[in-house]
DNA sequence: AAAATAGTGTCTATGAGACACTATAGT
DNA sequence: ACTATAGTGTCTCATAGACACTATTTT
């Protein structure tokens, strides 16, 4: 899109010196020679997110092939000429954990020159964020839905390990723990300012529910009273007028949010 | 580093189920193929980012080579296969803008497959912070540092125009004023809890101009009284004894931060 | 009735905004 | 004395935390 602006005849950004050229520029892109310079390998590795019995979970499956091979990868894969970063995460969500409509964001590009020990690999990495549920009924048997330990406090940052619903260690591949590091980070970033239960809860939920995602993202309690009161008056979400049922004490209200952001 | 921990032969995660294989991973690697896969190029952009005049600021300078020639470009180049991100960014500063040990953070990866009409480049971007004054004398005579016109109030995004100091707008090339728009949303949102005045300031300043820093950034004032508070509570500055001189009213007390943060 | 969790009302401490006031330099 | 800006003291309002209290379900 921008590279089509910039070529249109009078865009009205061409206020100052821009030489014109139009038919050298030609030219020169006709002779361009792409392979003149060396280039990396890029590849998109997406973190899917949830969050659920406590604890925060991401999507890894164990490597079939080298490098590597054994050990617990995100879902990734090389991107193509022809799509964007956002295009490549999506089609990698959607053939790797059979994802679709979820909400995702970039996360960092890591580019480490040892990254990877076949070449040089950069990574440009990806956050999802989906139900729980929704990450029980599609993902494919091959994957696992690794409980993150998350040895940092606060928004300080690092590598984070993967454990299975058992306990034992799930170790790693490349410099994933890293990634899942910088994904928790990101999280616990948002959480202040952005309605990050949004994704990470079915249409309808308790306020209950949505202060287990907040604590178990953040990695410890907040004040019920108070953030009842601020969710309620966020304007953010809205009571349904129903209330669960078969519990063995006072029903809690249902709520929903107010505008359900698309995909 | 991690491909090393990985292939190491005890490492201390290695619990769980992964095959050792080392032989045939080696053999793997040895016969792997880079070429197999078509691959991007990767260019570094730097957005090199003052606050001073009540305006904020970035570097570019008037492209003298196809494409987009005379529009005006990021500092940028392609990344080398021996060098990571963050290194081939504070090259391309010291090589194209004349700094060093400044402050820098990587931004977003930008990668829409026509952003660069010569092939698919992806671009890793980076934020340097530096002073007013250090971009005064250090940069080359070919670059423009930038008035920005920031379209849009609070962290929504979007492109942004860069001017000239007498009002001439700057054509920028590629999807640039999208990454200035993208540094500008950043350096919002890093207001509230990190101390960027750090980079912006000279080593002493007056409480006023930490002031004019924060609504430069903001674009909109800030209330002055519990800006004052704020900052000295928060035990990041301290007063150094001295004040300004040469003022026609009282001068102001000089303050310094606690810890100036090593590049 | 007992147990368990949902939800309300109220008090207090803290921090932001508003504003009046005092302080100190040059002219 | 006058001007301009620095810096202080105080009042009010909004919000977070603490805590006691009430409400509603199953067993």
């Known amino acids: 899109m921008y590279a089509t602006m910039a070529r249109s005849k009078k865009s009205p950004v061409e206020t100052a010196s821009v030489e014109p050229g139009r038919d050298s520029e030609a030219a020169f892109l006709a002779d ?6 060396e280039r990396p390998s890029v590849a998109v590795d997406v973190v899917v997110m949830t969050a659920s019995g406590g604890a925060l979970k991401a999507l890894v499956y164990k490597r079939a092939e080298h490098p590597h091979r054994g050990r617990y990868a995100l879902p990734g894969g090389f991107i193509r000429m022809d799509e964007s970063l956002e295009q490549a995460a999506r089609r990698l969500l959607r053939d790797k954990a059979g994802l679709s409509d979820v ?3 970039q996360l960092y590009t890591f580019g480490d020159v040892r990254r990877d020990p076949r070449a ?3 990574s440009v990495s990806y956050v999802a964020l989906v139900h729980a549920e929704k990450l029980a009924n599609h993902a494919p048997k091959d994957v696992v839905v690794a409980e993150l330990v998350v040895p940092f406090a606060g928004e300080t940052g690092g590598p984070v390990e993967g454990h299975t619903a058992s306990g ?20 616990r970033g948002k959480l202040d300012y952005t309605p990050v239960g949004f994704q990470l809860l079915p249409d309808e939920f ?3 529910d949505l202060q287990d995602v907040h604590e178990t993202i953040r990695g410890e309690p907040v004040n019920k009273d ?4 601020r969710m309620l008056a966020s304007g953010l979400i809205e009571a349904t007028g129903a209330r669960e049922a078969d519990v063995s004490n006072r029903p809690a209200e249902l709520y929903r949010f107010i505008k359900r952001s698309a995909t």
């Open 32 to 37: 361009y020679d792409v392979s003149k310079f």
């Open 103 to 105: 909400f995702i964001e």
């Open 120 to 122: 040089r690999v950069l």
């Open 168 to 187: 034992e260690l799930l170790p790693l591949a490349f410099d994933h723990a890293l990634i899942l590091g910088m994904a928790v980070k990101r999280l």
């Open 206 to 208: 308790r306020l209950r």
């Open 226 to 229: 108070s953030f009842r009161r």
